[in-house]
């Protein structure tokens, strides 16, 4: 089988391996829908494991299952966490399931035409997709999982303006999620591209971010924002979150930049302005399933985000578009096509 091994963005191969077979407790996944997470292309976060079979964003048809395995059949469409959390370790019942210190097998990456799943991750990762969702919006259960998760940390509400720094596909999911709860959702990118999809997907109003905008922001919402979102890596877009939160607000660092750059913290003002920062990284079981039910139910709509399907073989293209990220809000690898 062929699988797509990251040395870095620039080079990527296209390698043949043995299709696995399962042992009695695993089992093989047809991969027929993986997307490139924006994660996936921040070689500061993926160097240190490289060269590594990417992809965890994965909608696939179950093949063939080992002796053991009762709960699922060829032919079942499902999807699988990267990773499950044990459930059971201080940081797992308090909530901080990406934090679980037992994690120790993960999903081989979906960059690939089957993945062999691992005995764990068939008992406590696997979901069966309903007939309502495609294997392609299959790939957005785990970024929508991470944005639920966030959002619920930072207790997004009914009727409160939530600005969105950033709008690639993280961004977007926070302008629809936050839509969907009736939130005021202004929408923030140097990118006009991604702006105007912003607006199209119902932010309220998207603001060119190319200089400081915070005095747009209240110039167009009448007050700075309860909750910023700040879904881009440059320190200037940090920056611009400081500046833009409201008295008693919430800033939540969904991106961050790279590990060698330090932040600068208004410490005594966000003090007296009683400004919380929240950081949310990944997600757990319970946002998977709501992720799930947001899709199923159609509260998310999600084909509206894909710009770019592409097949295994030209996964490199795949990975030059997220990079540069002009042009791409999703980027879907279709191994068998
Ligand atoms: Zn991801
Ligand atoms: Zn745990």
Redesign the pocket.
Known sequence: MKVSCWYNNKDIRIEEIATPAPGPKEMLVKVMSCGI????VVEWYRLPRAPLVQG??IGGQVVSVGTDVKKYHPGDRVFIAPKVPCGKCSYCLNGHHPQCTEIKERLPGGFAEYILVPEILVERGTYLLPEKITCDQSTFI??LA?VVRAQRLARVKKGQSVLIIGCGMAGLLHVKLARAKGCKVIAADINKTKLEFASRLGADSAIDATNNFSERLVAENGQKADVVFLCAAADSAVEQAWKCIDKGGMIVLFAVPAPDKKVVVPINDFWMKEITILTSYYCGPPDITEAMNLLESGRITVDDLVTHRLRLTDIAKGFQLVSEGRESIKVIIKPHE
């Open positions: 997470c924006g994660s996936d965890h964003e785990e970024p991470c």
